[in-house]
């Protein structure tokens, strides 16, 4: 197994989380993985970008541009940030629901969701959009839309594990009085249906 | 024998462990703080630990610990060996009994520095043998082999990885192997009193060391020379990552230098990679020291090998390496065409996201609140800014920084400001870990001196960028013990301060005022704003925009709280992004944002 998998969102959404839980659940599988990040100086609310590295000791930290071979992407504007990273036959999976900064409402620079994601469309990858906000709802909170990323990415076969391995991964290795809502998440995830 | 996700600095702190460290001190800073914290997290009943106020203290802390035989670890970001260097400068001379490590992380880019020093070079200037791992996996071994080292030589051992390892995640293989070490206690010598006839002659000793500890480098499995050709690449630290990396789409045959020991330079090993070469590219972020290294050695040899590097241009002389770059200038001394770029297509228009204070953020409110005071009063001002969060207090609208440099220099700069330019009011911001840290001579010096400035201190009970760890202030220690809260405000009447106020800078009339009379008052004059980090409480009911509300953006542009956007003229509020801290409801016109139940 050899991937290379970017996950990209904002500070606060999960992304790191995310991207611990690929690389432990790879490793599980015996195979050898590496992340690295890349924060800016923000607690919350900067750009966040996760590098999953899978398969390959002799590799740097990050992945170099063009050889991804998916983008989860938490947040509209981050996925086509990183867009770059991408092969030109990669996947890609993206939650439409936009974090709008704050420096777009004092005339920065604006925010165009419905571009943003039209572009994504348009580049003739495979691409699964989820409206993350809606399946978070189903969960109760926010604070799962990492987990629900994960069940999604696991059903469209993104990602080469089964919803247990990477059940045993959560389990093993976060808080158990969250395991029942990271459960939870992971089924709402798994069958959610592609929009046509 | 266990196989993990281990960031970079999860695996030095376990491999400490695992080599007996016995003491660990150290101050937070990016991207070393993780060390500290995991070895508090798995530290069992024998190794002690501690946040100290700075990394000078941590050092001195460390070093009576290892006059006594203990092993010790000193943790800390780059810029705080300039504040520890003090008396690492000296210990050289004096030397120690038990194993002592000084990890410094290093930061190319920077990505959270004020600078892009070289502790590598420090390494050299202070006579100091120096690691530089490559990899979480392999700094997991390599901290155990620097203890060693250091014991051997009696010398203080520096370790450096850069933020590339120190953040970065790999499988490491872990085992429960443990040495123990015994401390045998302080024996009283004449040698740990330092005078000027013992430096002299334990220079002289430090040059022999540093010879032999080339040799021992030179032997290191840490490096070592692979393939061949006349064309030779060295990668030092993270950098050979990408050097691997990059060879593998590459078929031309070349000899390739690992290296993780710049300092004392491994002659022996690099004299035998640069026999029968031509040319050699140096893949190394920050300074030019194996290039200068390489160089020197050919001078002495007369070997006529060419050197490629920082110095000839052939690499960036700043900024963090990647793979793209890393790959292109191999390509180009390998004279091989390079595989052109993935064409760059335009995107559409994307959003800038700069880093800002946090929704709630309490600074927002301290800054805001100095300001709408000096409007009030007329009064033209200069804000120095500290290191910490509220640096982020530069950004638009609140705009409240105008100088930054080190750790503890906004009091300091504000009262050199006030010699040069005594009618305008000079005030300063510094954090409450920054004030323990190097604040307190400031403030002492300020007083004694008689300047008139204004310092206002952020006291959000914790040292929150770095991840929120304790300090004196706090009350709690890493040993999970809670001892006596030291006061900064008796710190500060201590001190002799004749005007100390303390407000909650959420509650905007309040705040606006207290910082009206200290600005007023002539002499030092303190204000210290008191509301916890939003990251160590529970938050307030969230705020909601109310149908009254006239669609003015008051709020926004006025303190610009990243929960709140607006969307033509109707402004919204995140509720999984605000806090409650209600300070855009103190400053809208007609009342219209309000708590929900």
């Not at chain 1, 923000?42 to 170099?64: E, K, L, M, T, Y």
């Not at chain 1, 541009?65 to 947040?75: N, R």
């Not at chain 2, 999970?480 to 002799?496: D, Q, Y």
Request: proline fraction near 6%; charge should be neutral.
């Amino acid at each position: 197994m050899r991937i290379d998998c970017l996950l990209a969102g904002v500070g606060g959404q999960g992304t790191v989380l995310a991207s611990k839980i690929i690389a432990q659940t790879a490793i599980s599988n015996q195979c050898f993985a590496r992340t690295s990040e890349t924060i800016g100086m923000a607690q919350r609310g900067g750009c966040v970008v996760s590098h999953v590295r899978i398969g390959d000791q002799n590799c740097s930290p990050a992945i170099p541009i063009g050889m991804a071979d998916l983008i989860i992407g938490f947040e509209p504007a981050e996925a086509l940030r990183n867009i770059g990273f991408l092969k030109s036959d990669g996947q890609l999976l993206v939650n439409i629901n936009p974090i709008i900064p704050v420096t777009s409402s004092l005339g920065g620079s604006s925010y165009q969701a419905a571009d943003m994601i039209d572009y994504l469309q348009s580049t003739r990858r495979q691409a699964v959009f989820v409206d993350g906000q809606k399946l978070c709802a189903a969960a109760g909170t926010a604070k799962v839309l990492n987990v629900i990323m994960l069940g999604v990415a696991i059903k469209q076969q993104l990602l080469p594990f089964s919803r247990e391995e990477v059940l045993t991964t959560i389990t093993e290795n976060l808080p158990a009085k969250f395991l029942e809502l990271n459960r939870k998440a992971l089924e709402i995830g798994y069958n959610f249906q592609q929009y046509v | 024998m266990k196989t993990k996700l281990l960031m970079g600095n999860e695996a030095i702190g376990l491999g400490a462990i695992r080599a007996g460290v016995n003491v660990v001190c150290g101050y937070p800073g990016t991207p070393s703080t993780e060390v500290l914290e995991t070895i508090a997290k798995y530290r069992g009943n024998d190794i002690y630990v501690e946040w100290s106020v700075n990394e000078k203290v941590a050092l001195e802390v460390a070093a009576g610990a290892a006059y006594a035989g203990a092993r010790t670890l000193v943790t800390m970001k780059q810029v705080g060996l300039n504040v520890a260097s003090d008396p690492l400068m000296s210990l050289i001379y004096i030397g120690i009994k038990g194993g002592m490590v000084v990890l410094v992380a290093d930061d190319p880019g920077p990505i959270s520095s004020q600078t892009e020093q070289d502790t590598r070079h420090f390494a050299r200037y202070a006579h100091l043998p120096v690691f530089d791992p490559s990899t979480p996996e392999e700094a997991y071994t390599m901290i155990g082999e620097a203890f060693a080292l250091s014991e051997k030589y009696n010398t203080p051992v520096l370790f450096r990885p850069t933020t590339q390892v120190c953040h970065a995640c790999a499988s490491v293989e872990t085992d429960d192997e443990r040495y123990r070490n015994k401390i045998a206690g302080f024996i009283k010598d004449p040698k740990w009193v330092i005078f000027p006839r013992l430096s002299y002659q334990n220079h002289i000793k430090i040059d022999a060391n540093e010879a032999k500890i080339s040799q021992d480098f030179s032997v290191s499995p840490y490096n070592h020379i692979s393939g061949q050709g006349p064309l030779g690449i060295v990668g030092c630290g993270v950098s050979f990552t990408y050097v691997t990396e990059a060879l593998t789409t590459i078929n031309t045959p070349v000899k390739v230098l690992k290296l993780a020991t710049p300092h004392p330079f491994p002659d022996k090993l690099a004299i035998t990679f640069l026999q029968g070469l031509e040319e050699v590219l140096v893949i190394e972020e920050l300074d030019p020291v194996v290039e200068e290294n390489l160089l020197r050695l050919c001078g002495k040899l007369s070997l006529a090998v060419r050197i490629t590097g920082k110095l000839t241009k052939a690499m960036p002389v700043a900024g963090k390496y990647s793979y793209e770059i890393v790959a292109a200038a191999i390509s180009k001394f390998l004279g091989q065409a390079q595989a052109a770029l993935p064409k760059t297509v335009e995107l559409p228009q994307l959003p800038l996201r700069p880093p800002v204070l946090c929704a709630g953020c309490p600074h927002r409110a301290s800054f805001y609140s100095v300001k709408q005071a000096l409007k009030k009063t007329g009064q033209k001002a200069v804000f120095t800014g500290d290191i910490g969060c509220y640096t982020l207090g530069n950004a638009q609208p609140l705009d409240m920084v105008d100088t930054c440099l080190c750790m503890g220099a906004g009091i300091t700069i504000a009262q050199g400001l006030q010699l040069a330019e005594p009618d305008r009011k000079q005030i300063a911001f510094i954090g409450d870990s920054t004030f323990f840290h190097t604040g307190i001579p400031g403030i002492i010096n300020a007083v004694y001196n008689e300047t008139d400035i204004t310092v206002i201190i952020l006291d959000n009970s914790t040292t929150a960028m770095t991840g929120h760890q304790p300090h004196p202030g706090t009350g709690k220690t890493m040993m999970g013990n809670i001892s006596e809260k030291i006061s900064i405000e008796n710190v500060l009447k201590g001190c002799g301060v004749p005007f100390v106020a303390k407000a909650n800078p959420l509650n905007l009339a309040q705040a606006v005022e207290t910082v009206i009379a200290a600005v007023n008052h002539q002499g030092v004059s303190v204000v210290i704003f008191e509301a916890p980090c939003i990251a160590i409480v529970k938050p307030n009911a969230f705020q909601e925009i109310k149908e009254s509300c006239i669609g003015c953006k008051k709020c926004i542009k006025e303190i610009g709280c990243p929960a709140m956007s607006a969307v033509d003229d109707k402004v919204t509020i995140n509720p999984h992004l605000c806090y409650g801290c209600q300070l855009c409801g103190q400053i809208c016109p007609v009342q219209a944002i309000g708590g929900l139940n």
